[in-house]
């Protein structure tokens, strides 16, 4: 088994290699402008640096967010594209899922990363492996009540410390705690989600009112 593993939910690109024991390589850049151009050669340093083939790769995951539009949907084009040329399949996991992972934490807890708009997206978690709702987009001011006193992880806790007080890294997703958390499932014969993306909300870009549409004679 070989998994490449990546990411374009939150400001990090991020990618990594895992053979089904252990992360072999990974790699993150935080730039939340520039995800379209950093994918591409991070995967190819990725592979290089670990003196593998595209070819060799075995299986895709990637992080189906929830996060912005235009950045989430690089790394899911990415993937299907990966895994239409390889023939190989594509796992989708939650981005929180990846975070929650990543912290370790054995309590209840929260994720939450920036949503902009003054939001975030969170879930709330039983532990580092089960998350028990969400995941959802709300202005923090709103969850107050449902997290307070609850750990948090992720960009949006640390963004908003008056909701968040209890705020601990890792502040972005990292692609080796998906690939981790992905093999780990894969082992355990579960079936993972389809590469479908969390947006959770419209898009920025919107068709302006009144729009005529102009068609030929």
């Not at 690109?13 to 024991?21: C, N, S, Y």
């Not at 796992?91 to 807890?109: K, N, R, W």
């Amino acid at each position: 088994m070989l998994l490449l593993a990546l990411d374009t939910a939150t400001p990090a690109v991020t990618v990594a290699l895992h053979d089904g024991t252990d992360v072999v390589a990974s790699f993150a850049q935080v730039d939340a402008r520039r995800h379209g151009e950093l994918l591409l050669p991070a995967v190819d340093r990725l592979l290089a640096g670990a003196g593998l083939r595209l070819d060799a790769v075995t299986a895709i995951v990637v992080g189906v967010g929830p996060g912005p539009y235009t950045g989430l949907r690089v790394g899911l084009m990415t993937a299907d594209t990966f895994g239409l040329a390889l023939g190989v399949p594509v796992h989708g996991l939650c981005t929180l899922d990846g975070l929650a992972y990543a912290s370790d934490l054995e309590g209840p807890f929260v994720v939450a990363t920036d949503a902009r708009r003054k939001e975030v997206y969170w879930a709330r978690y039983a532990d580092s492996r089960t998350r028990l709702s969400g995941p959802a987009v709300d202005r923090p001011a709103d969850i107050a009540d449902e997290v307070a006193g609850l750990p948090a992880v992720g960009t949006g806790a640390l963004l908003y410390p008056d909701v968040f007080p209890d705020a601990h890294e890792p502040e972005h997703v990292s692609a080796a705690a998906l690939a981790a958390l992905a093999a780990e499932r894969l082992a355990a014969g579960e079936e993972l989600p389809a590469p479908r993306p969390l947006y959770l909300r419209r898009p920025d870009a919107q068709v302006p009112k009144n729009y005529k549409v102009v068609t030929p004679k």
